[in-house]
Structures are given as C-alpha cells and as structure tokens.
C-alpha cells in the first residue's frame, strides 16, 4: 500500500477515471464490506474495472467493484462483484441524487483507501469526455510536462 499526504493509505487507483471523465466534484465515503474483504483489499487484491456509483432507493451503492477472495478464508465467502453499499451523510446524498439525475453526470470512484482503518472510496461527479477532449487533455499534459522540463534545465528531479 502507497501512503499519501493526509495518513491514507492508498489500496487502489482508478487510472482511467481521469482519462475518461471531466471531474467536476470530490467526495470521500465509507464502504461496508462483509468477512474477509478487508484482508483482501489490504492485500491489493482488487479491481475498479467499469466500476460505478448509483443512488438506489434513497442509498448509494458502488457496483463492479471486484475484491478477490481471500486465500486463508474458508467460510461464508461473498460474491466478488457484489453490489457494495457506501456510507454518506442524508444531505450529501440527496444532493448527489440531484446531480446525477442531471443529463451527463456519473459516479466514478477515483481511488480506495484505508483512513485511521476504515475503508473509505473517494468518489468524483463526472462528465464523460468526447474524443476531442481527452486529445485536449493529452495535449495539455504534454505541454506542461514540457515547460517542467524546460524550467529544470533537462535533469532529473531528485
């Protein structure tokens, strides 16, 4: 596990939730987990691949989240796609709800981290990209990738 800024320890990264969405919002939420799960994930054995967030029946939820079982577990093992349900506060969620019932606008979650032992998932409101955009972004990236290099005179950071 990667330790960032801030004591969390980063289980996971969603890569290409970036590449594929605008990020307009933030959020970090709680994540219920049955059994050996959490042995599993601070093992990094899990997967955001088409993972998302959905308000359902006044709850959120995050669907596709796989979390491969763990090895020494023998009983009561859960399904490894299972929809899993997120803790947040009434008045976040019914503004999320509010958002995302707006035309264009998802869920994504951007990374999984343990917080003082707790799991928590840090959710972004995005927007999807077009082609367009995402070939704006690399060229953006590139650019300032550039001008770093350039300022530091072409040697490598140490």
Same mark, same amino acid.
């Given at each position: ?5 801030g ?12 590449h594929?969405?605008?990020? @307009? ?5 709680g994540?219920?987990? #049955?059994g ?5 994930? *601070?093992?990094? /054995? ?8 959905a ?10 989240? $796989? ?6 577990? $023998?009983?009561? @093992?859960?399904?490894?796609? /299972? /929809?899993?349900?997120? @803790?947040? $506060? ?7 709800? =509010? ?16 917080? *003082?032992? *707790?799991?928590? =998932? ?23 990738? #550039? ?9 490598? *950071?140490?």
């Open positions: 596990m990667a330790r960032s800024a004591g969390r320890n980063i289980v996971l990264r969603n890569r290409k939730a970036r594929e969405f605008e990020i @307009l919002e933030e959020l970090e939420v994540l219920v987990l #049955e050996a799960e959490v042995k599993s994930l *601070r093992a990094g /054995r899990a997967s955001f691949n088409d993972a998302y967030a308000v359902e029946g006044g709850e959120l939820w995050l669907h596709n989240l $796989h979390i491969s079982p763990y090895e020494s577990a $023998h009983i009561d @093992l859960p399904d490894p796609l /299972r /929809r899993r349900k997120l @803790l947040v $506060h009434r008045r976040e969620l019914n503004r999320l709800t =509010v958002k995302t019932a707006e035309r264009g606008f998802t869920l994504v979650p951007l990374d999984l981290h343990f917080t *003082r032992g *707790r799991a928590k =998932v840090l959710l972004g409101l995005g927007r999807g990209k077009k082609l367009h955009d995402k070939r704006e972004s690399l060229k953006r990236d590139v650019m300032r990738r #550039e001008v770093e290099r350039a300022l530091h005179g072409g040697r490598d *950071r140490e």
